[in-house]
């Protein structure tokens, strides 16, 4: 079985400030992938990174960050100096190789106060 | 399209009426997925489509459940009986081949069975 949490439900920021999100996973699989995806209040899903289970280097683009701990089962996404416009739901999923579908977590709320 | 087209964008029934939502992938992706999420919920799994290949029904959570994709593109996900717990968003991904690839969502469709 395969198991996406994001224990943050929702988080609270001002804007200019660093903000953390967590995603824990768990798989038997040895090769998978990990995504963000960022739902704003458009509802439309978009598509932040993936990551494969043999690459644990970090990755910086721009403002957003994302750190692979593999012993730890952590796939965890920053912000740095957060605005307004990055508020909305961030989703961490998983693929297993034999897995035909996304598994998602329940998703963090961010909010961004400018 | 540029991007992957669902409609209708809301949809309001009686329970017990059958609904039809359909769901047009990007040009030349041959896989499509149905997801749905419930207020406030992460991404249910519905249905896998996968080129001509039978399709991961795997998700679909009874048999008043069911989709098709004609001509490998196009798809069409039916509820028959509606419940009132079917009231969510349905959301239609596709990509270009396999699922541990990066997805391009739909905005979705919100059924509201009363």
């Known amino acids: 079985a395969q198991k996406v949490t994001q224990a943050q439900t929702e988080i609270s920021v001002v804007e200019k400030e660093d903000v953390t999100l967590d995603c824990v996973y768990e798989t038997r699989d040895t090769t998978y992938y990990l995504f963000w995806y960022k739902q704003p209040p458009s509802g439309e899903l978009v598509f932040l990174i993936r990551r494969n289970s043999f690459d644990e280097q970090n990755e910086i683009s721009g403002r957003y960050s994302w750190n692979f701990q593999k012993s730890t089962s952590s796939f965890n996404f920053t912000i740095t100096a957060s605005q307004v416009v990055d508020s909305a739901v961030y989703f961490c999923?998983?693929?297993?190789?034999?897995?035909?579908?996304?598994?998602f977590g329940s998703g963090t709320r961010l909010q961004v106060q400018p | 399209g540029a991007g992957v087209s669902q409609s209708p964008s809301n949809k309001v029934t009686e329970k017990g009426k059958d609904v039809e939502l359909r769901c047009d992938p990007i040009?030349?992706?041959?896989?499509l997925y149905w997801y749905r999420q419930s207020l406030g919920q992460g991404l249910e799994f519905l249905i896998y489509f996968q080129g001509n290949s039978a399709p991961d029904k795997s998700g679909l959570p009874s048999d008043r459940f069911s989709a098709e994709r004609t001509g490998g593109s196009v798809s069409t996900l039916t509820i028959q009986r509606t419940q009132q717990e079917d009231s969510a968003v349905y959301l239609c991904?596709?990509?270009?081949?396999?699922?541990?690839?990066?997805?391009?969502f739909g905005s979705g469709t919100q059924l509201s069975v009363l």
């Open positions: 991904a596709s990509s270009l081949v396999r699922q541990d690839e990066k997805l391009f």
């Open positions: 999923a998983l693929s297993a190789a034999g897995r035909r579908a996304l598994t």
């Open positions: 040009s030349g992706h041959t896989a």
